[in-house]
């Protein structure tokens, strides 16, 4: 295998670690390059909204330049990367370059570089806190999408290969057991955490749980399946537990778009409906 496949493949498996983490990352690659120039055809860097970075498209002012342009693709640039699906700049390495369509470098290489820069956003992987009707109406609807899920219920008939084959994760645990495994970090992996239980007593505490572990961020939001009355108690306990009205007021209750849905399938339409649009918000 030659030197600059090795390196192209330990880009994109690092992009796709990030991506499994949960995180969005903004990729440079170089897709023409001539004269004295560092990075070669096929070069490739990326960032992720956290400060990480790796790979690299040659260094110096020209690295620099496209990294600044990346994170600001991340940060704040998201509508007009959807609209457009990214963007391609042409380089040139030459300080005085004058009266061409392309961007100059303060250097004296005499190069000219055209990199192509995109984000790519994880897909939505779901927790499904509760893998009863409306949970595996769910995953089905996920499975649809391309979307990943992954099940969690203290009863094994309900979070088993049998009954959800294609789930990334199974957790037939209890609350606690699910909650020492899991911290901030690991929990970034879900897009969505769903409270679909079939006990308001094991909805609550996974709730107060998560919520400890949260700092109000939107990853993982958080959702609960039921009443505003439920809403309310589940409100006040997590309140009087100490967690900040502002981390308990992240949580969706009730979940779902308004679409009159009523039957499990119809309600699975409307969660996850709700979620594509928080995602493209």
Same mark, same amino acid.
């Given at each position: 295998?030659a &030197?600059?496949?090795?390196v /192209?493949?330990?880009?994109l498996?690092?992009?796709?670690?990030?991506?499994?983490g949960?995180?969005?990352v903004?990729?440079?690659?170089?897709?023409e390059?001539?004269?004295?120039? @560092?990075?070669?055809?096929?070069?490739?860097?990326?960032?992720?909204?956290?400060?990480?970075?790796?790979?690299?498209?040659? =260094?110096?002012g020209? #690295?620099?330049?496209?990294e600044?342009?990346l994170?600001s693709? *991340?940060?704040?640039?998201?509508a007009?990367?959807?609209?457009?699906?990214g963007?391609?700049? &042409?380089?040139?390495?030459?300080?005085d370059?004058?009266?061409?369509?392309a961007?100059?470098l303060?250097?004296?290489?005499?190069?000219?570089? /055209?990199?192509?820069?995109?984000?790519?956003?994880p897909?939505?992987?779901?927790?499904?806190?509760? =893998?009863?009707?409306?949970?595996?109406?769910v995953?089905?609807?996920?499975?649809? *999408?391309g %979307?990943?899920?992954?099940?969690?219920?203290?009863r094994?008939?309900?979070?088993?290969e049998?009954?959800? @084959?294609y789930?990334?994760?199974?957790?037939?645990?209890?609350v606690?057991?699910?909650?020492?495994?899991?911290?901030?970090?690991?929990l /970034?992996?879900?897009?969505?955490?769903? *409270?679909?239980?079939?006990?308001w007593?094991?909805?609550?505490?996974?709730?107060? =749980?998560? *919520?400890?572990k949260?700092?109000?961020?939107?990853?993982?939001?958080?959702?609960?399946?039921?009443?505003?009355a439920? %809403?309310?108690?589940?409100?006040?306990?997590?309140?009087?537990q100490?967690?900040?009205?502002?981390?308990?007021?992240?949580?969706?209750?009730p979940i =779902?778009?308004?679409?009159?849905?009523?039957? @499990?399938e119809?309600?699975?339409?409307?969660?996850?409906?709700?979620?594509?649009?928080? #995602?493209?918000?």
């Amino acid at each position: 295998m030659a &030197t600059r496949d090795i390196v /192209t493949k330990a880009v994109l498996t690092w992009v796709l670690d990030m991506l499994e983490g949960g995180q969005s990352v903004a990729m440079a690659s170089v897709i023409e390059a001539s004269g004295s120039v @560092p990075g070669k055809p096929g070069a490739r860097m990326a960032v992720t909204e956290n400060g990480a970075r790796f790979g690299t498209i040659g =260094g110096a002012g020209l #690295e620099m330049k496209v990294e600044n342009a990346l994170r600001s693709m *991340l940060n704040g640039g998201r509508a007009e990367v959807r609209q457009k699906g990214g963007k391609v700049e &042409t380089f040139v390495l030459y300080k005085d370059a004058k009266e061409q369509e392309a961007t100059p470098l303060d250097s004296l290489c005499g190069g000219r570089v /055209t990199v192509s820069m995109e984000v790519i956003d994880p897909v939505p992987h779901i927790l499904i806190a509760g =893998g009863g009707h409306v949970g595996r109406s769910v995953a089905l609807v996920c499975d649809t *999408l391309g %979307w990943s899920h992954s099940v969690f219920d203290v009863r094994e008939d309900y979070a088993n290969e049998e009954i959800y @084959p294609y789930a990334s994760e199974l957790y037939p645990i209890s609350v606690n057991e699910f909650l020492q495994r899991e911290d901030f970090d690991s929990l /970034t992996r879900f897009s969505d955490i769903l *409270l679909l239980g079939h006990d308001w007593s094991v909805d609550q505490d996974m709730l107060l =749980g998560l *919520l400890e572990k949260s700092d109000g961020s939107n990853r993982p939001r958080i959702g609960a399946i039921g009443s505003k009355a439920k %809403w309310k108690s589940f409100r006040e306990a997590a309140i009087s537990q100490g967690i900040s009205e502002s981390v308990v007021d992240s949580v969706r209750c009730p979940i =779902g778009l308004e679409i009159g849905a009523e039957s @499990p399938e119809e309600i699975a339409v409307a969660v996850c409906a709700e979620i594509m649009a928080l #995602e493209k918000a």
